[in-house]
């Protein structure tokens, strides 16, 4: 199973947003979007998944053009986690869970609709939640849970939006390999990240943005060298090799100069690189 973006150009009014966007993931794989601020990426999800209507361009999952399907069907191949708002539905983590149910419902909940939210809690580890209000859980718990609403949908596309902001390590940690357990049992996945570190260490590409434009893309070792982050992040960096994978690290400018060099390799030996 293959998506492909072809083309893909938004406009907020008179500011072009995403210029000519391309890509293609790939099931079983996760493909990180990355970029500064005001790059286009989580725009280019919300045109993914039609939330936004581009001007030009389209979207393709198996050569079937999802533009032109209804939004019923849409959401039936395609989740969609946003991005973390801080706002609590008074409803409990089964309840949830089975709202992913509405694009398959049509007088209403069925016994097999129960049994897709049963087995997807199971599988992500919620069980014991099932019960339990989303206002009595952390954020990375409730993190998990709209990552499960959306696979309730039995999507072939999962789309997350920078789905461990605002987590702490150990909560972005579980969310990223629950993601990756999720795209090895076959579902293909598109996540915008800051993250680089996080970024390269669970994505299998990457799709690097500077000003809606597409920079880079490819394998990850790839994109991520220190010749693109100068190019679309402004700063310096270096990258170490490590056990899990390449390090980024990154140094300021003071006076004028950068600080690489000797620096660099301080910080690398206090982390135990090499």
């Known amino acids: 199973m293959k998506l492909k973006v072809k083309g893909i150009c938004f406009r907020y009014r008179s500011r072009e947003v995403l210029q000519d966007v391309e890509l293609e993931a790939r099931a079983g794989e ?4 990355i970029g500064p601020n005001g790059a286009g ?7 993914i998944n039609r939330i936004l209507k581009p001007y030009l361009g389209t979207v393709f999952l198996d050569g079937k053009e999802l533009f032109r399907l209804k939004a019923q069907e849409r959401a039936q191949m395609m989740g969609y986690v946003p991005q ?5 539905f008074p409803s409990t983590v089964f309840e949830t869970v089975l709202m992913g149910r509405k694009p398959h419902l049509s007088w209403g909940v069925g ?3 129960l049994e897709v939210v049963g087995a997807v809690l199971e599988r992500l580890g919620l069980m014991d939640f099932a019960e339990r209000y989303l206002s009595e859980l952390s954020g990375g718990e409730r993190q998990k849970v709209l990552i499960a609403r959306a696979l309730a949908q039995e999507p072939e ?7 461990t902001s605002n987590l702490d390590v150990k909560h972005q940690l579980e969310v990223l390999e629950m993601v990756r357990d999720v795209a090895k049992q076959g579902k293909c996945v598109l996540m915008v990240m800051h993250d680089l570190n996080m970024a390269v260490r669970f994505s299998d590409q990457l799709l690097m943005l500077k000003g809606g434009i597409v920079f880079a893309a490819g394998h990850p070792q790839a994109v991520l060298t220190p010749e693109n982050i100068r190019a679309v992040y402004e700063v ?5 090799p490590t056990s899990l994978g390449p390090y980024v690290i990154t140094a300021r400018a003071s006076n004028g100069a950068v600080n690489t060099g000797e620096e660099h390799r301080q910080v690398a030996a206090s982390m135990g690189m090499r």
Request: hydrophobic share 50%; net charge negative; glycine share 6%.
């Open 30 to 33: 996760i493909l990180a979007i």
């Open 236 to 240: 310096e960096a270096m990258i170490m």
């Open 84 to 88: 973390a708002s801080g706002e609590v």
């Open 41 to 47: 990426k989580s725009t280019l999800l919300r045109c």
């Open 157 to 163: 596309v999962l789309l997350l939006d920078e789905p």
């Open 111 to 113: 016994k097999g609709d």
